[in-house]
């Protein structure tokens, strides 16, 4: 198994086009700390590799990665296919910049199809430019990307019944927000990832215990974070993001694993959007790392 990470900033990216906060100024002044949306590459067989979550900057991040060029063919693109773990925009305005291809695949959940196909109307929209596979993302039990039972198996593992703003009145279900469970039975290497957690349900505790590398939300440094930045009036909790830090707080959870744990989806007011910040030390501390845009994970 082979991961590239893409992106790893929460909405709107770092800077984001209309803020000018210390961490938006800081990435304009020093471009080494610019981040793209959260985003990784699943590598499932010999130039054949999946997105996880479209993101609005899918294009660059594929321009940035020589593994994801097109070729040898003038059109033929080792990009197969779209994963999702939720219904975001921020996850699946990128799926419509794949238009240009022949077909693609995208897996998700149900409630995260309908929310794309009903609310975004994203069927009716592809559909004059290019052939949509939609696939269900297995919750239960794990599916082999490529249909072989040798390549790599991905499951969704339900974390919150979070809805994205415009399918705010859609039926509950947990599964409107799910971790990924990635797993090579070659390897017997397994990684999850959450780019967006609410709560740490038991069995998401059991997938990280078994898992080789974790990647998870580390949107908000602290649950206060947003309203004393003035980004918001609830918490990191109240917006649906467990904080880093504080009781309660992921990296505490983190800290006895012991597979290799990363954070991701870096909002721009989080002080770990800045290499100096002594919250870097902290979490070396704890062994627990920030996964930065560019990185390659091979569990």
């Known amino acids: 198994m082979l991961l590239l990470v893409l992106g790893t900033a929460a909405g709107g990216g770092i800077p984001q086009w209309n803020c000018a906060c210390p961490g938006c100024s800081g990435a304009r002044a020093h471009p080494h700390r610019r981040r793209r949306h959260a985003s990784l590459a699943v590598r499932t067989g010999e130039g054949r590799w999946y997105v996880v979550n479209a993101t609005p900057d899918i294009g660059d991040q594929i321009e940035e990665r020589p593994e994801l060029h097109p070729g040898p063919g003038p059109r033929q693109t080792p ?104 797993y090579d039975p070659s390897s017997g290497a397994s990684v999850l990832y959450a780019p967006a957690l609410a709560a740490w349900p038991d069995r998401l505790q059991r997938a990280a215990a078994e898992a080789d590398c974790v990647i998870v939300d580390g949107t908000f440094w602290d649950d206060e974070e947003p309203r004393r930045t003035g ?31 990363l954070y991701t989806h870096l909002n721009n007011t989080n002080p770990l959007v800045d290499p100096a910040a002594p919250q870097h030390k902290r979490l070396a501390r704890l062994g627990i790392e920030v996964a930065y845009d560019g990185m390659v994970i091979e569990p």
């Open 79 to 182: 990009l197969a296919g779209v994963i999702l773990t939720d219904a975001e925009l921020d996850h699946t305005l990128g799926i419509a910049r794949l238009r240009e291809a022949d077909g693609f695949q995208v897996l998700a959940t149900a409630p995260v199809r309908q929310a794309l196909l009903d609310r975004q109307r994203l069927g009716e929209v592809l559909a004059p430019y290019t052939d949509v596979t939609w696939r269900e993302l297995p919750g239960h039990g794990a599916e082999p990307l490529d249909g072989t039972p040798s390549g790599l198996q991905v499951s969704g593992i339900p974390v919150s019944g979070k809805r994205p703003r415009y399918a705010a009145d859609a039926p509950d279900d947990d599964a409107w927000v799910v971790a990924l469970r990635l």
């Open 231 to 261: 980004i918001s009036s609830r918490t990191a909790t109240g917006m649906g993001h467990l904080p880093i830090d504080g009781p309660g707080g992921t990296a505490e959870r983190l800290a006895p694993l012991s597979a290799r744990c």
